[in-house]
């Protein structure tokens, strides 16, 4: 090949690469959502009437970005490299639903458990995070599968990055901490892949004595969905849309996502009852 023809062929390729970033939506919440008309209540937001989620896979997507996580006994770091092998730092990282960088944790083996977290930013471009105690009591350890996504000030438009890193196996804890919530009820209004569902997830205190929703991160629960299979990556990070009843004794939290491919998963929901707290339901979307 000339070089002539390899600059037009490189010229090419950095315009299609600019023409599809360009084509996905330009805002953190549009692209978590299809069509981003949020509703605001007591000053919480809110999905609009016709916003739902969406699954997806990072690297499918080919974003950009390379995740470089590490995790030891107490949380981990993480690196956000970009092509030209810098990692992204504090001042070019944009805020977005409250927080830089949104990382999602969630346990491949050892036990089913998932955290969402914000890490911390150092002038070298490292970003650190510590688990919280729930999170070590007890845990056996294993491969943890990372889902990343923030927002660069420079394009303005989300980016997405995947990963996943070994969790050392914890010693044991003294002190444990018991469930102080759970789900009472959850509902699908339908189960067929590349469907629009309604989710409908109602909670309540371990005691049954009801409970008072906080806001979290600008909405009142987020909910994110991830395959049962480990081999099968991708999620959907949703909010809750203003159906009614999320401010009821035993609050019922609505979610819209449109439904991935046939398989087994697991709906983990993120409240706050004065601190966060998971919830995990399972869902079978048939073919």
Not at 28 to 47: I, K, M, T
Not at 191 to 218: C, F, N, R
């Amino acid at each position: 090949m000339s070089v002539r023809a390899y600059i037009i062929s490189l010229s090419l390729g950095a315009v299609l690469l600019f023409v599809g970033l360009r084509s996905l939506p330009d805002t953190h919440c549009a692209f978590l959502h299809a069509d981003h008309q949020p509703v605001y209540s007591n000053g919480v937001e809110f999905c609009g009437l016709n916003e739902e989620a969406n699954f997806y896979q990072p690297s499918a997507l080919k974003f950009p970005v390379k995740l470089d996580l590490a995790l030891n006994g107490k949380g981990g770091t993480l690196r956000l490299i970009k092509e030209d092998g810098q990692p992204y730092l504090d001042y070019e990282v944009a805020v977005s639903h409250t927080q830089k960088v949104h990382l999602h944790l969630r346990q491949l083996n050892g036990r089913s458990d998932y955290v969402h977290f914000h890490p911390v930013p150092s002038e070298s471009g490292t970003w650190s995070f510590d688990f919280p105690q729930e999170f070590l009591t007890d845990n056996p350890g294993g491969d943890l599968q990372a889902y990343v996504d923030f927002v660069p000030v420079r394009s303005g438009r989300v980016m997405l990055a995947e990963g996943t890193a070994p969790l050392p196996a914890q010693s044991a804890i003294a002190q444990s901490h018991p469930r102080r919530n759970q789900i009472i009820s959850s509902s699908l209004s339908t189960h067929k892949a590349g469907e629009s569902a309604v989710i409908k997830v109602q909670v309540d205190s371990l005691t049954g004595t009801g409970l008072k929703l906080k806001p979290i991160m600008g909405a009142l629960g987020h909910a994110v969905l991830f395959a049962d299979s480990k081999a099968q990556t991708g999620y959907a990070h949703m909010h809750p849309s203003l159906e009614g009843g999320e401010y009821d004794l035993k609050p019922t939290l609505t979610f819209k996502l449109r439904l991935p491919k046939a398989g087994r998963y697991d709906f983990w929901l993120n409240i706050n009852d004065g601190r966060d707290d998971y919830l995990c339901v399972p869902i079978e979307v048939t073919p």
